[in-house]
Structures are given as C-alpha cells and as structure tokens.
RNA sequence: CGGGGCAUAGCGCAGCCUGGUAGCGCAUCUGCUUUGGGAGCAGAGGGUCGCAGGUUCGAAUCCUGCUGCCCCGACCA
C-alpha cells in the first residue's frame, strides 16, 4: 500500500475514534446536564445553540506552519481543519462565518439584477479545447479521465460553461443583457497554496457572467457590479478600496479589483491623498513633473573598482542616490532590430515588471538577458552599464529623461562615467513609465500624492469583451435579424478568501474580532457555574428564548467550564458582544455586558439587557 | 522548477552529534479539591519515532533511496 493511501487510512481511522468519543461525551452530557428549560412552544424553529452543539474545539497553541494571523486563528478557533495541503474542511463555526459571507453577496447579487444558477464542478475537456484554454492553461488545471478515458477538468472558473449556456439559451438582443452568478466551489492546483484559506487550492468564489448586445450595456452592468460589491464590503463592515487593475493577459479594457486593506495583505495598492484614485501597484501610473536642469557637469570617466551596485556607487563615490542610474538588459521584442534593449530606471527606483512586459519593445514574457548575452553583445558586465555608447535600443523612465549631471555605467568593466547629460552626451531615445510609484509621487489624476497600503485581493470585477464567446461562436440576431457575437462581463468574489480577509483586518492578541455582520454569532451567553444553580440555568435559558425571539442571533455557552476558559474561547471566536449571567448578577436583577473591543464590562439590569443588546446591534451594524 | 529546512503521542517540542528500557508541556480520561480570566493535587491511557532498504549483537539516533510538509525565490485570477 502506498505511504500515503496508508496516511489516509489511518487518519480516518482516528477520525472514526474522535467521532464516537465525542457521541458519548454529548450522549452522556446530556443525561448528567439537564438543559435549561427553554419554551418551545412559541419558538420551535429556533432551535437553542449552544456550544457543545458547534463542536467548538480551540487550542492554545497553532500549528507551527501557520505564517499569518487569519491562519492561525482560524485554526486555534477551530473554524478550519487541514486536510491536505491547500484543502480544508470548515468546521461549524466557520461554516456559519460563510453562510453569513454569502448571503450578503446573494442579496446584493440579485438586488443588481443578476440571476443565480449552479454550474458543474467538473467540466468536460471539449469546451476547454473550444475555448483554447486547453492547452494555454497550465498545471494549475487539475485534469481528469473518466471510466471512458475521456478528458474532463475540476474548474477553476466557469467563463466557457456559461458561454455554452447562453450561447444556446441565448437568441435575441432582446433577451439581453443578462447577468447570471453562482456561488461554486472551484479548484486551482496552486503552485504553492499557503495562509490557509487564503491562498488554498480549493476554494468558494462567486463568480458572474454577464452578457451585452453592446458596449454601452456591457459598461451599465460593469458600473452595476461596481456599486454591488461596494455595498457587498460595505455591509460587511469591511475596510476595502476598489483598485485599478492590470486586466493582464485576458485582456479587456475595464479591470477592477477590490482589496480588503491589512498591513499583512499580500498586494500593494497605490492611492492619492487627494482624489478617488486607486491602483494596483503594477498598474498604478508614474509621472514625473520636474523638467530637466541645465547641465553643471563635465561628463568624466572614473575608474570605479569593485563598485557592481548602486549603493557601492553611492557609499564609494559620495554621489546622491537620486543622481545614478540603473541599466536593466533583457530580452528585445521582434519589434526591436536588436536581440536586447535596455531599461533604465533611477538608482533608488524599482522596475515594474509588467509595465515592462507591456512596452511594446520589450520581449513577453519578460526575460533578463543573462550576464553572458550581457558581455556578447556590450563587452562588459552588469554593474558597469549605462546609456553612454550603449550598442542596443534603450529605453528610460520617465524620471530618468529629466535627470541631469547623473552617473551610470560607462559599458566598460570597472568604469562608470559621471556628469553625464541627454542630448549632449547621449541621445535621449525612447521615453516610457517603467518604474513603481514611490509614496510621495503625485497622483496621475493631478491632485494629491500617491501612498502605498497593502491589501488582501477579494474581488474582481472585469470586461471580457468577446474572447469566449467568439471563440465559442455565441451569438444573438441584432435588430436588424444579423447574428451578432455577445461581449462579456466576469465579476468574481472570493468568498473564502474574504473570511481569512477579515479576519487579517480585525483581531487583538486575543483572537478574531468580527465584524457584527458576518460573525458566527452576535452574542454569547456566558453563565458562571451554571451546573450548580437551577435558577441561573432558567435564568439563561430564558435570555436565550427571550434575545431570539427579538432575532439577535445568540449563542449559549454552556459547557461549565471556568469562567476564565470561557471568555479567553469567546473572544478567540471573536463573537462581537458578550454576557455574563451569574447567581451574584441575578441578586442585583443585573447581567453583565462587553462588547468584543470595549474596555471593560457594564451592567445592565436583565430586564433591559435585550433592548441594549438591540440597541448596541443597531449601531454597530450601521 | 531552483535553493534551504523539517518529519518523534491530537497539538507544540526535546532526545539524534557520542547507537543500549522513547521523554516534556498542552490536550484527553479517572478521583478528590476548586469555581469571575485558559485551576491544584494524585493517577491513567495514548507512539510500528514519515516509508523502504542497509550497517550493527542492538537503530528514533549512523548510511542510502523514496514520500509528505514548510520556508525563500520564480510563477499566478
């Protein structure tokens, strides 16, 4: 038997043996703990949930290899367990935080207009082909052979699905626009699935296609998804910026992505101090406003031993950072007569890759020439390049062409030219944005300044035009009874992802802090000693029945453990407000109440405590 | 795919160098005490030391191969 059908085995094996120890813990609990007795007969829907219902398990300890803060978490709260890597089985508090994630996003979906339905899991081959994503797709398409060894796909998204459907479904412009959405679960055999949920290989996203007859229709539903997933975020309680985006390889003209913000997320976002505008880093515009100096400089060869870096550059030779230049080589397109062109970006700037990739004379995929093809074609290595009698194509930055009196690579080995000025010691050629914004860069729009903040990728919202449904043939009859090909929209939500967002977003040192709206419950009961006092165990009982039928939705605590166990487990779940109910509470007619980020707690007198806890929901679910 | 690391009880780890009865903390179970911030005491259960070979009288420990996982990089709606 393979080692790993046996690991399999024998975790099954441990599972069974769990499953029945906690039966008989539950069985016997239930026969030694008699419940509070809870009216039933006005209320039988709102079954009472309780802790030792949700199967809640928290450790003190995470795992060692959970890096982030929602990982571990979410691990330690019990809302996850592993399974394998990039797999994970929500458990009942987690699956509750989902619920709550998706019925957000179906009010808000069919609100705008958008009509659920639910697409196959796996996929048949022959539409893939179709599409052409077949082959261009890569191993993160996990395929599959049926017992007829035909070939089959577990989708990682549904845009050739839904253009099947609507190109069958779909006759008239007049049926348009449409906009159809599920909420799927979808595999993409991550190269490295890591932070949990997060970046997993299975995954629930929502995603929706929606289908025009015209741009302008196909801009209305755009601008429509926008304004959804802004109130989707909104009513989540989410921090989050809406991002232009770089619609990269699938191309389209409008891309947008929505970031829930957190100082650990894995995107950079560039915002302007003084307007609306927001991109992604990769995307985000690099202007420069200064105009070129007059030259103060003599251009000069130094011999610059031992000096392969800028920052060698600037410790050896005292020259301001911002003074230097750094030489990139890679790889030409067939639109260069050479096989290499050059990028220059000023020594304490970054290159952007894909603004690279995007220059028309640049190879793509981008690739850097090798310190070999460097010395073939230059004669001399990297660390001593520069512009000055550079023999392939070069194109600067555009801070790069105002600079003056700089210092770059003289293109000869140990030897760097200084003083160096455009037009006067070499031709200023090719001009383009190439670099990363810095904070502080002024925003493209002309008001404000660009900052960076870092941000968790949750949604997606983009143009397809009409690559699949050219592709797949799908049409409509126009007015005029001609066929014409559909252009698409693609909106995708992902819905776990958002969990572990807001989870990054929101926690203390100790645990999660939910926002009201997707908690796993808005309140919990805490009572002291419940075992040992009928009268408290009727007391809370009875503020259970009496907050669920004012439709808070409450969770009891009612596993008698010590006090100090039970708040440190409630506020690792992060239920958003607690109370605690106790025999010394009750002789004063009083519970105790604390909101999840409150100081301290407050007592309120029990017959009021279902109206403040209603009140306290009112504000904080805005 | 390149580089590095790890694999010992459910979880977190020690033991390995220098081969000789497999340990600690948390968790679990039992009993007593305790009961408003992750209780105390006493006891108990739980391990083919990732898998397969090899060396050896003897392997968690040394050697070889394999597998899985993690980190860094590259890649990626």
Aim: proline letters at 5%; hydrophobic letters at 40%.
């Amino acid at each position: 038997m393979p080692a790993g059908e046996r690991a399999i085995q024998s975790r099954f094996r441990h599972i069974v043996v769990a499953t029945e120890l906690s039966y008989n813990k539950r069985h016997t609990a239930s026969l030694t703990n008699s419940l509070p007795c809870i009216p039933t007969s006005s209320n039988r829907k709102s079954h009472l949930m309780r802790t030792s219902q949700l199967q809640l398990s928290t450790t003190k300890e995470s795992p060692a290899d959970a890096e982030v803060i929602s990982h571990q978490l979410m691990l330690r709260a019990g809302m996850i367990r592993r399974l394998s890597a990039g797999l994970y089985t929500w458990m009942p508090l987690g699956l509750r935080v989902l619920r709550k994630i998706e019925k957000i996003v179906r009010e808000e979906m069919d609100a705008a207009g958008a009509a659920e339905l639910l697409m196959p899991a796996v996929q048949p081959a022959e539409l893939w082909q179709e599409s052409g994503r077949w082959g261009q797709f890569g191993p993160e398409l996990l395929r599959l052979q049926d017992r007829h060894n035909r070939d089959y796909c577990v989708g990682p998204t549904h845009e050739e699905v839904i253009t099947d459907i609507a190109r069958r479904d779909l006759r008239s412009y007049k049926q348009l626009p449409v906009n159809y959405y599920q909420i799927q679960t979808k595999f993409r055999d991550e190269v490295r699935p890591r932070f949990g949920v997060m970046r997993s290989r299975e995954f629930i996203m929502k995603d929706a296609y929606s289908f025009h007859a015209s741009p302008e229709s196909l801009q209305q539903t755009f601008d429509d998804m926008y304004q959804a997933y802004s109130n989707i975020f909104s009513r989540m309680h989410l921090k989050f910026r809406a991002v232009e985006a770089d619609s990269g390889a699938i191309g389209g003209s409008g891309s947008m992505e929505f970031h829930v913000l957190a100082d650990s997320g894995e995107d950079a976002i560039a915002y302007s101090t003084g307007s609306d505008y927001a991109a992604n880093l990769e995307k985000a515009e690099a202007v420069c406003t200064e105009s070129r100096a007059e030259p103060l400089q003599e251009m000069t060869l130094v011999d610059t031993p031992d000096t392969k870096t800028i920052q060698a550059l600037v410790d050896n030779f005292d020259l301001p950072i911002d003074r230097t230049i750094k030489t990139l080589i890679c790889h030409a397109s067939e639109a260069c007569d050479a096989e290499l062109v050059a990028l220059l970006v000023r020594g304490d700037h970054q290159l952007n890759e894909v603004k690279a990739n995007n220059h028309p004379m640049v190879a793509t995929p981008l690739c850097f020439a090798s310190e070999q093809e460097i010395r073939n074609a230059i004669g001399a290595g990297p660390g001593s390049l520069g512009p000055v009698k550079l023999p392939i194509p070069v194109i600067a930055d555009r801070t790069v062409a105002a600079m003056s009196d700089f210092g770059a690579g003289a293109n000869v080995d140990d030897k760097h030219y200084f003083g160096i000025n455009w037009n006067r010691d070499v031709e200023l050629g090719e001009v383009a944005d190439l670099r990363n914004i810095e904070p502080g860069d002024p925003s493209p729009d002309g008001s404000g300044e660009l900052q960076i903040l870092r941000g968790i990728e949750v949604g997606h919202i983009f143009q397809l035009g009409d690559k699949y449904s050219t592709a797949m043939n799908a049409t409509v009859l126009d007015e005029n009874g001609r066929d014409v090909v559909m252009s698409m929209g693609c909106y995708g939500i992902g819905v776990t992802r958002v969990a572990a967002a807001a989870i990054e977003q929101n926690n203390d040192d100790n645990g999660i802090i939910w926002p009201v709206p997707i908690a796993p419950f808005e309140v919990v009961i805490v009572p002291i000693n419940m075992r040992r006092s009928d009268a408290l165990k009727e007391a809370a009982g009875q503020l259970y029945s009496d907050l669920k039928s004012a439709g808070v939705d409450v969770l009891l605590d009612d596993r008698d453990s010590r006090p100090g166990v039970m708040f440190a487990d409630m506020e690792l779940i992060g239920i958003p407000m607690r109370i605690v109910i106790s025999d010394k509470g009750l002789a004063k007619g009083a519970v105790e109440f604390k909101g999840r980020t409150d100081d301290a707690a407050t007592d309120v007198e029990l017959g009021g405590i279902v109206d403040f806890v209603r009140a306290r929901l009112a504000e904080l679910s805005g």
